[in-house]
């Protein structure tokens, strides 16, 4: 069955705590990408990956690491987590950057 | 800078009814429109994918319309249901970025 997996889904962490929220596809597919999503702002893309070790920013960069080692992992980086971080975040994968996207189940992630 | 807008922000409709969601952008450069639908708190399950050079894709009582010259794309949902009731986003695919409205809430009464 494709697959987007995301872990965790579901984080509560406090301001500063390293941590890293995982993407795995099993599609095959070159391209990569996450979103966050917040209430009035909508989806906003953070980074996006062509292909493996090519990895570019999107809208919103700041305060988010990514790497792409492997095809079908695309990790999210936080360094030091704050509070304006808090929001749903969804891992995307696709054929290529205009083919159809599919997304991840979501992590919510709550930065206290 | 692409700008997708969606009207209505939302939309309550007895069952049965036929509806039409609205998606709006602003450059007309680009390769895909995709719709999807988001439950509350859920992920974003993929609707239609129409292509730049498609004019319309339709996926059982769903009908989706794409006017690239216009930068107007329309959702039809025929015969509405209950179950139809969540958030419908559309997203404009161009370069390496996806551009999303901030979605039509749609609910459906039995």
């Known amino acids: 069955e494709a697959q987007v997996t995301q872990n965790p889904r579901y984080l509560i962490t406090v301001t500063g705590k390293k941590l890293t929220v995982t993407c795995s596809q099993n599609?095959?597919?070159?391209?990569m990408s996450w979103y966050r999503q917040d209430p009035g702002l909508g989806l906003r893309q953070i980074y996006y990956?062509?292909?493996?070790?090519?990895?570019d920013k999107g809208d919103v960069p700041e305060g988010y690491k990514v790497s792409r080692k492997e095809k079908r992992n695309f990790p999210l980086i936080l360094e030091s987590p704050s509070p304006n971080q808090t929001s749903l975040y969804f891992c995307?994968?696709?054929?290529?950057?205009?083919?159809?996207?599919?997304f991840g189940p979501g992590t919510r992630l709550t930065v206290l | 800078k692409q700008e997708v807008t969606q009207i209505p922000a939302a939309l309550s409709v007895p069952e049965g009814e036929n509806l039409v969601l609205n998606c709006s952008f602003t450059?007309?450069?680009?390769?895909?429109l995709q719709w999807f639908r988001q439950d509350p708190g859920k992920g974003l399950t993929s609707l239609l994918l129409?292509?730049?050079?498609?004019r319309e894709q339709t996926s059982g009582r769903l009908n989706a319309s794409l006017d690239k010259s216009s930068g107007r794309s329309t959702l039809y949902i025929a015969a509405s249901q209950p179950g139809d009731s969540a958030t419908y986003l559309c997203?404009?695919?161009?370069?390496?970025?996806?551009?999303f409205g901030a979605g039509t809430r749609l609910t459906v009464k039995p």
């Open positions: 995307a994968t696709s054929g290529s950057s205009y083919n159809e996207q599919f």
């Open positions: 599609m095959n597919h070159e391209y």
């Open positions: 990956s062509m292909n493996v070790e090519v990895t």
């Open positions: 450059d007309s450069a680009i390769y895909n």
């Open positions: 129409i292509q730049s050079s498609q």
């Open positions: 997203a404009v695919i161009f370069d390496n970025d996806m551009r």
